[in-house]
Nanobody, 114 residues
Framework: QVQLVDSGGGSVQAGGSLTLSCVVSGSIFRSMDIDWYRQAPGNQREWVANITNRGGTNYLDSVKGRFTISRVNAKNTVYLQMNSLKPEDTAVYSC????????WGQGTQVTVSS
C-alpha cells in the first residue's frame, strides 16, 4: 500500500526559507514521479513542481529560481527546498503521485508574512 506523508511547513518572514519533505511508503518509490501542489484559501489547487523517477524536474514559472525539488531514493523521500519566500507563497502544500491510482499527502501549511 502506498502512503505519502508530507511535512516541514511553518511560518516564516518574506525572504526566508523552508524545506518540505514527502516520505513515500512502499517499494515502488523509485518508479514514481512526484508532484508538489499548493492551495491558498479561496484559490484553486495549483501545481508547483514535479520530479520524475529519473530525476528530471519541472517548475511553475513563479517559483523557478527560488524552489528546488529533489529526491533521495534511499530514503523514499522527495524534498521541496523553498528560498526567497514571498507572502503569495502562503498555502497548504501537498505532495502527490500516481500508481494505478492517485495518492496525496495530508498537506502542510506554509505561511509567509511580509
Amino acid at each position: 500500500q502506498v502512503q505519502l506523508v508530507d511535512s516541514g511547513g511553518g511560518s516564516v518572514q518574506a525572504g526566508g526559507s523552508l524545506t518540505l519533505s514527502c516520505v513515500v511508503s512502499g517499494s515502488i518509490f523509485r518508479s514514481m514521479d512526484i508532484d508538489w501542489y499548493r492551495q491558498a484559501p479561496g484559490n484553486q489547487r495549483e501545481w508547483v513542481a514535479n520530479i520524475t523517477n529519473r530525476g528530471g524536474t519541472n517548475y511553475l514559472d513563479s517559483v523557478k529560481g527560488r524552489f528546488t525539488i529533489s529526491r533521495v531514493n534511499a530514503k523514499n523521500t522527495v524534498y521541496l527546498q523553498m528560498n526567497s519566500l514571498k507572502p503569495e507563497d502562503t498555502a497548504v502544500y501537498s505532495c502527490r503521485s500516481w500508481w494505478y491510482r492517485e495518492y496525496w499527502g495530508q498537506g502542510t501549511q506554509v505561511t509567509v508574512s511580509s
